[in-house]
């Protein structure tokens, strides 16, 4: 009886959700395209770290060769990509990883992912917010850090900042009211940030190539031990071990792939297309574009600005800190660095928007499947918004970006990033063998004649379609009932497919009704049982 019991509660942790998606409806607005798809993926990805990044990885792991990090970082990007564009066609519904993993591995397995997924949202939201003050603050003189140390500094090292970050806290709630006023505005301003961030770094790339020299890949060792010996001394040993060895790969394929571990990170936030499939016009095509044009544009931006960066001065004489301002003066061209301002400010801001606008749609769909109190998944009906999800988790993260320094808490978002990775990449892994197995046993219970044909569709509704022809060679009645011939073949599949995923068939007349494309073809009447996920077209 005990075990029966933990049997049970087992059994709850691991059920899984069944997804209609069949009904088009949804409480959110659907007013996105795949332009707004796109300009989301890029602005979340395409934050300050290119303005950051390709420096410091240039510098100590690979060189001019980090072109090839990042082209080695941007395939793996683009496989993680395409399992959040397989579940996005699927299952087009709000809640990215957490409702991917809901519906493959469980009710436990979604809870984990979706907390994590919160988690990981709220220290982005609250570290790029203060870095959005940093940088500005810094653009015009560090006025803003001057006054909070001299009047309101937080004596607590190691627990809180060294001072409270207003200015962080202004930025997040103006960004909290423009989500609350509408995505199709919050759409707009992201694609005029992400426009303007995009014609910054053109000018970058434009300006390394013409400026740039090829010499700067090809450089030898005498050439690093002559710019670095007033540093050094005649200490080679030093040189080598700080510079590398010279030349295009300077520190080998271990410094590559070292460097492209690093630039994976910099592919980071794709993943927020995933939480829109409530709020898109056509979902299971705009999804999956997105979020591969996203990557490919991202790719094109981050080997461009890594590649001028190379070209522009010595790899080894980067500024790890603000590597593009200190190579525009290395070739002259002061006054480019205000242009590389403007666009380290709107690629911040396009980032926090991209980290804020997936938090409150994971908490919605968590509430909506009562995993979180009900009455944050309240819309508001004029805006179409989650208004209270949306200022609960704006709240939380101005409180975090007043009180606290978050940079020990940002390498924690690189672990919970990587955690939905895997776990979405594994579901897909889990879904395909379900429908192999689904297919493999049906073939053997219905396919008994060679006339049989068996379809089970991709488009809604998703169903399992067996031709007239084949109900009436097995004797099949049309309602599939328990006792008749279809019925019968129907249970027999339970051992291989979950009971959840077997209904009871509508009549013919339905049938013929959801698939009218099935049902022009002559000599065919088709008898569907309804399947919660879409899956692959198997003839």
């Known amino acids: 009886m005990e075990c029966q019991k933990i049997i049970n509660f087992g059994n709850q942790l691991l059920r899984r959700k069944n997804v209609d998606c069949t009904r088009d409806e949804s409480r959110l607005s659907r007013c996105l395209n795949t332009f707004d798809l796109v300009a989301l993926g890029v602005g979340s990805t395409l934050g300050a770290g290119v303005y950051v990044l390709a420096g410091a990885v240039a510098r100590e792991n690979a060189g001019p060769a980090i072109v090839i990090s990042f082209l080695i970082a941007a395939l793996a990007s683009v496989l993680a990509g395409l399992c959040y564009g397989e579940f996005g066609a699927r299952v087009p519904k709000t809640g990215s990883a957490y ?46 850090e001057e006054f909070c140390k001299k009047y309101m500094t937080m004596d607590a090292p190691g627990v809180l900042a060294k001072y409270p970050d207003i200015f962080a806290v202004v930025i997040i709630i103006i960004l909290t009211g423009l989500l609350i ?21 053109g000018f970058v790339v434009v300006s390394g190539f013409v400026k740039g020299s090829v010499k700067n890949w090809q450089l030898t060792e005498q050439d690093i ?35 492209a571990a690093t630039c994976f990170y910099a592919f980071v936030g794709f993943d927020c297309i995933a939480t829109t499939g409530e709020e898109v016009k056509n979902p299971q095509k705009a999804i999956p574009i997105g979020i591969v044009a996203s990557l490919l544009i991202c790719f094109v931006a981050y080997f461009g600005v890594s590649a001028a960066l190379t070209l522009m001065m010595p790899y080894y004489q980067l500024d790890t800190n603000s590597p593009l301002p200190n190579a525009f003066k ?32 994971i908490i919605y769909a ?48 690189s672990i919970g990033t990587l955690l939905a990775y895997s776990l979405v990449a594994a579901c897909v ?38 031709s007239r022809q084949t109900r009436e060679k097995r004797g099949m009645e049309e309602d599939g009932a328990p006792g008749t011939s279809l019925g019968d073949a129907i249970s027999s599949c339970r051992g291989v497919i979950p009971a959840e995923l077997l209904a009871q068939p509508p009549s013919c007349q339905n049938a013929r009704a959801e698939l009218p494309q099935i049902t022009r073809q002559p000599g065919y009447d088709y008898l569907s049982v309804p399947l919660p996920l879409p899956p692959p077209v198997l003839t």
């Open 330 to 361: 290395y070739v002259g061209w002061d006054g480019a660095n205000y242009a590389v301002a403007v666009g380290s400010l709107c690629a911040l801001s396009t980032s926090l928007l991209g980290s804020m606008f997936p938090m409150p749609r």
């Open 429 to 466: 892994l889990v879904l395909r063998s379900t429908w192999l197995c689904i297919r493999t046993r049906l073939n053997e219970v219905l396919s008994t004649h060679a006339t049989t044909k068996i379809t089970i569709l991709c488009s809604p509704p998703p169903s399992l379609c067996v």
């Open 181 to 201: 006023f509408g995505v199709k505005e919050s759409a707009l301003v992201n694609k005029v940030f992400t426009c303007i961030n995009i014609l910054v770094l």
């Open 225 to 259: 031990y002559n710019t670095s010996h007033s540093i050094y001394g005649a200490n080679q040993t030093q040189e080598e071990k700080l510079y590398g060895a010279g030349g295009f790969m300077p520190y080998g394929w271990k410094g590559v792939l070292s460097g």
């Open 366 to 413: 968590m509430a909506e499947d009562g995993l979180l109190f009900k009455f944050l998944a309240k819309v508001n009906e004029k805006r179409k918004t989650p208004i209270i999800a949306t200022v609960t988790s704006g709240a939380i993260a101005a409180v975090m970006a007043f009180l606290f320094d978050l940079k020990d808490l940002v390498d924690l978002m």
């Open 99 to 144: 409702l991917y993993s809901y519906v493959t591995v469980g009710e436990l397995w979604a809870f984990i992912t979706g907390w994590n997924l919160i988690l990981s949202y709220v220290i982005g939201t609250s570290s790029v917010a203060r870095a959005w003050s940093a940088t500005f603050d810094e653009i015009i003189g560090q006025h803003i």
